[in-house]
């Protein structure tokens, strides 16, 4: 993609679906392409579900959804996700949403019936065109509401009479409140307007929710339209969508006790966005790992770096390390570009990778001319792509530290442990003890820490732990 000059992408993603990766890439890439961005982020507080759930616990259901609104933007924080343009929330939108429906009623696609106002899908001719689900497969019951009071039966709620227990509004059909589809069709036609270019969210929500997003913001304005639909994949658990009723449901607080929240992010854009994500434990341990190789290598990059002032001369970089970041730059583009395969642009990153640590550490590569000016290249590039995915942290050695400590958290040992199994391996092959010092080395790396000897003696890093990585080996 070309781009001329700046031009704005409006976007809205519901929060309350699936983990999105659309949430974690679009935006930083659409910015990298220097496109101007209005990111909005909706909070449905007004919902069936929240009020049991307050009702069970005698909470408000504005305070608890507030709450919870509040610990999902501290879990975006935790992984990098950049924050919204505007976070509008339905309970602080009641005059849009009335005036909207107000609109439908007025165009002759909703009526009313006892307080409620529903919306007639038979009025709306192209509805199903989202899902290519047919009207006469929308069986009442099957994600679809059933109510005699009804005309059709896929015809749903825009505004629900008032009931006791539940939160209410005044409107022009008595006290009660939105229904789910009508709010975020308000919202983001109060900030976006009724045409806009990206609307995000989970699989799930493909039908009913988007399809009666569609048909009910053309009903209020016949211009409405939206150009891409991006939906995510859902999370799940050996090949189970993860959910509450199975039992198999954690949370992102529950991961990141014990793994980077940066190693979660790279694990999430392992998968392209509109697949499945088949969580595991050796999943997640393989983007740990995989993140400590990555940083641990940009670490030592820089370190030789700032011993040396050489600046980065495009025209001193010898022909394949040019090669090279040539090929991983036409990656990056063509595969971002094409749908956000991510997936591709983190595999494709090995090379320059590879290249740097060969710079570093092999003997033909100390003697190469202008090293110093591809190992500058090298990081500069590899670090403008890890900007757009998101996966930059604040300081090498700070994230570095911070894996040492998670990877320990798993392993139930403190550093003084491992540094006395160290201890205790030295004296054991310094007395050619080598039967006790490979079982010192097999016991450490069953839990994830692997030694590393080398002429300035032993040190650790965190690994895939041993029956994960056989585990991994079955798997492929």
Excluded at 29 to 42: A, K, T
């Amino acid at each position: 993609m070309s781009v001329e000059s700046p031009r704005m992408i409006s976007a809205i993603s519901a929060t309350l679906a699936s983990m999105s990766l659309l949430i974690f890439s679009t935006g930083r890439y659409l910015r990298h392409l220097e496109y101007e961005v209005r990111y909005v982020r909706n909070f449905t507080d007004v919902d069936d579900k929240i009020i049991a759930r307050a009702n069970e616990l005698g909470e408000d259901p504005i305070s608890l959804s507030r709450r919870y609104c509040e610990e999902f933007c501290q879990d975006m924080l935790h992984l990098h996700c950049l924050p919204p343009s505007v976070e509008p929330r339905v309970s602080d939108h009641m005059l849009q949403i009335i005036d909207m429906i107000k609109q439908i009623l007025d165009n002759g696609y909703a009526y009313r019936v006892d307080g409620d106002v529903y919306f007639n899908v038979y009025k709306f001719p192209e509805y199903g065109r989202l899902s290519g689900r047919k009207l006469e497969d929308n069986r009442a019951g099957e994600r679809v509401a059933v109510d005699s009071r009804k005309k059709n039966p896929a015809d749903f709620a825009l505004w629900k009479a008032a009931k006791e227990g539940e939160p209410s509004w005044e409107s022009p059909w008595g006290f009660g409140r939105p229904g789910w589809h009508i709010e975020c069709s308000a919202m983001s036609a109060a900030y976006l307007g009724y045409s806009f270019d990206i609307h995000g969210g989970g699989m799930d929500l493909v039908f009913p929710h988007h399809e009666n997003e569609i048909a009910q913001s053309c009903a209020a304005c016949k211009e409405s339209n939206i150009r891409y639909w991006i939906h995510n994949g859902f999370v799940t658990v050996d090949s189970e969508k993860m959910s509450k009723s199975l039992g198999n449901f954690f949370t992102i607080r529950q991961v990141i006790d014990l793994y980077h929240p940066l190693a979660l992010r790279l694990f999430l854009m392992g998968t392209h966005y509109r697949s499945p994500i088949n969580y595991s434990d050796v999943q997640l341990e393989s983007a740990s790992d995989r993140i400590f190789y990555i940083y641990q290598t940009l670490h030592d990059c820089v370190n030789v770096l700032s011993q040396n002032d050489a600046a980065v001369r495009v025209d001193l970089i010898p022909p394949d390390t040019a090669n090279c970041i040539n090929n991983f730059q036409n990656i990056f583009v063509d595969s971002m570009s094409d749908d956000l395969h991510t997936p591709v642009v983190l595999a494709a990153i090995s090379d320059p990778l590879k290249t740097i640590n060969d710079l570093l550490h092999t003997r033909k590569g100390k003697k190469q001319e202008f090293r110093i000016e591809s190992l500058g290249a090298l990081e500069k590039t590899i670090k403008t792509v890890l900007t757009v995915l998101g996966l930059v942290p604040t300081s090498y050695s700070e994230v570095l530290q911070q894996l040492r400590e998670k990877a320990l958290k798993r392993a139930k040992l403190t550093e003084d442990q491992v540094l006395e199994k160290i201890e205790e391996r030295t004296a054991a092959r310094r007395n050619k003890e080598y039967e006790k010092s490979d079982v010192i080395r097999k016991e450490l790396a069953a839990v994830g820490i692997a030694l590393m000897d080398s002429a300035d003696g032993t040190t650790w890093r965190p690994a895939v732990p041993l029956a994960l990585q056989e585990e991994k080996v079955t798997a492929t």
